[in-house]
């Protein structure tokens, strides 16, 4: 039985592959955006629609949030994402500066982490000796290994940017439709119609078969957005009491 592989193993595929080193992915970004900014904006039309307000109230408070969520939630990611490079860059400092006054510590450290991977003897030594000879890659090694930081941080500008991309992106089609439709129905549908794409999109980097990925997504939207429709419902009937 033959399989179909990502990528070639030809020693000229490999050596240009490694070359361009590895890549940060900001899928997470974009999903996280996707699927919020369409259920905010189903939620908003949902709730609206439950306690039967005007359709302006839809525009005016769809819109609003659209741009002031989005741009939050791109805020937020932004500044957590960058927390994540400074911490790396911490602890990168902390390691450079444990090296220079606590060689042989470290050197220790280096020898224990890569004992507990299973190497002894004259390896473990000739890993050790490679590591340690070059600083920059012993309080990288550090990093990762010690702290389980990540070698390649992300962008926090390109994580923002992903997440409110995709936010407005998604976050429109619920409340176009509304607002052109004029019917919670095919509201109901095309935002069902988002996040299962959103779903669907997101299994091609998941072992996740895409209509399973598409339906929990879908399930999640959908769960949201009845939340939203009961709470307006019940705060209409409460007022009318």
């Keep these: 039985?033959?399989?179909?592989?990502?990528?070639?193993?030809?020693?000229?595929?490999?050596?240009?592959?490694?070359?361009?080193?590895?890549?940060?992915?900001?899928l997470r970004d974009w999903i996280y955006g996707g699927i919020d900014g369409a259920v905010t904006t189903f939620a908003i039309v949902a709730g609206v629609a439950g306690a039967d307000l005007a359709a302006t109230v839809v525009l005016v408070l769809g819109f609003a949030n659209l741009l002031a969520d989005g741009f939050a939630m791109a805020a937020s990611n932004y500044s957590g994402t960058k927390?994540?490079?400074?911490?790396?860059?911490?602890?990168?400092?902390?390691?450079?500066?444990?090296?220079?006054?606590?060689?042989?510590?470290?050197?220790?450290e280096i020898r224990q982490i890569f004992a507990a991977k299973g190497f002894s003897g004259n390896d473990l030594e000739r890993i050790v000796t490679v590591i340690t000879s070059d600083q920059a890659l012993w309080a990288k090694t550090m990093a990762v290994e010690e702290y389980g930081l990540s070698p390649t941080p992300r962008s926090p500008t390109l994580a923002a940017l992903s997440t409110f991309t995709a936010f407005i992106m998604c976050g429109l089609v619920p409340l176009v439709v509304y607002l052109s439709a004029g019917g919670l129905v095919s509201c109901i549908v095309a935002a069902g119609a988002t996040f299962f794409g959103v779903g669907a999109i997101k299994s091609r980097w998941s072992p996740m078969t895409w209509w399973r990925s598409g339906l929990e997504t879908l399930l999640i939207g959908m769960s949201a957005a009845a939340v939203a429709f009961a709470v307006g419902f019940g705060l209409k009937a409460l007022i009318s009491a």
Aim: charged share 30%; aromatic share 6%.
């Design 1 to 26: 039985m033959q399989y179909a592989l990502e990528h070639s193993h030809t020693r000229q595929a490999i050596r240009a592959r490694l070359a361009r080193g590895p890549h940060s992915n900001y």
């Design 83 to 108: 927390a994540e490079h400074d911490d790396y860059q911490r602890i990168l400092g902390i390691e450079q500066k444990h090296i220079a006054l606590v060689p042989d510590g470290e050197r220790e």
